[in-house]
């Protein structure tokens, strides 16, 4: 079954502590992006990826770090949280840069104390 | 950059009745045009999307509309049903900005039985 996994689901955490969420996708997608959901902000780019190796900033990079060793994976890396950061998480993923659908993760409940 | 602003926030229609979602954006080199569904507790699913060479786009109750002298598109939902009742998400992107979706706040659609 063609989908996007992340995980953790569900994560609470306290300030200053590093974490990492996972994003896979099995489809050979070559982009693949991170967003953060909030009320009434609707979703904003986090980092995005065109292809392995290749990465660059959203509009709201700050804070995060990404990495994209490989065509499959693309986690979101938070070095040091804070309670800023407590958010709803999405990995997405689409075939090319030339926008296609866009296919996303379950989400990542991070909530920073 | 771009900037996409979606209204209204909140819309409450009878069950059978017509809704429509409007959104407008800044870039005239914006030339993609999606649409997303996020049922709660889910993850945003596209629905129906927009090209710029093309003016208007169905798919059964779903349509959209593109102008692109105004620069706003909008998305109509005929004879609504209790599960179209959603959060409605709209985006925009352009070859100049590498691609990067640029997300409307969202519309929550309430459907009346």
């Known amino acids: 079954e063609a989908q996007v996994t992340q995980n953790p689901r569900y994560l609470i955490t306290v300030t200053g502590k590093k974490l990492t969420v996972t994003c896979s996708q099995n489809?050979?997608?070559?982009?693949m992006s991170w967003y953060r959901q909030d009320p009434g902000l609707g979703l904003r780019q986090i980092y995005y990826?065109?292809?392995?190796?290749?990465?660059d900033k959203g509009d709201v990079p700050e804070g995060y770090k990404v990495s994209r060793k490989e065509k499959r994976n693309f986690p979101l890396i938070l070095e040091s949280p804070s309670p800023n950061q407590t958010s709803l998480y999405f990995c997405?993923?689409?075939?090319?840069?030339?926008?296609?659908?866009?296919?996303f993760g379950q989400g990542t409940r991070l909530t920073v104390v | 950059g771009e900037n996409v602003e979606q209204h209204p926030s909140t819309l409450s229609v009878q069950e059978g009745d017509s809704a429509v979602i409007k959104c407008t954006y800044s870039?005239?080199?914006?030339?993609?045009f999606p649409w997303y569904k996020q049922e709660l507790g889910k993850r945003p699913q596209l629905i129906i999307d927009i090209r710029s060479n093309v003016g208007e786009k169905k798919d059964q109750r779903i349509a959209v509309t593109l102008n692109k002298t105004a620069k706003h598109f909008s998305l109509h939902i005929t004879e609504t049903q209790p599960e179209d009742s959603a959060v409605y998400f709209c985006?925009?992107?352009?070859?100049?900005?590498?691609?990067?979706?640029?997300w409307g706040a969202g519309t929550k659609l309430i459907i009346k039985p």
């Open positions: 997405a993923s689409s075939l090319s840069p030339d926008p296609t659908e866009a296919f």
């Open positions: 870039d005239s080199a914006s030339n993609y």
């Open positions: 985006a925009a992107s352009s070859m100049d900005s590498n691609y990067q979706l640029i």
């Open positions: 489809m050979n997608h070559e982009y």
């Open positions: 990826s065109m292809n392995v190796e290749v990465t």
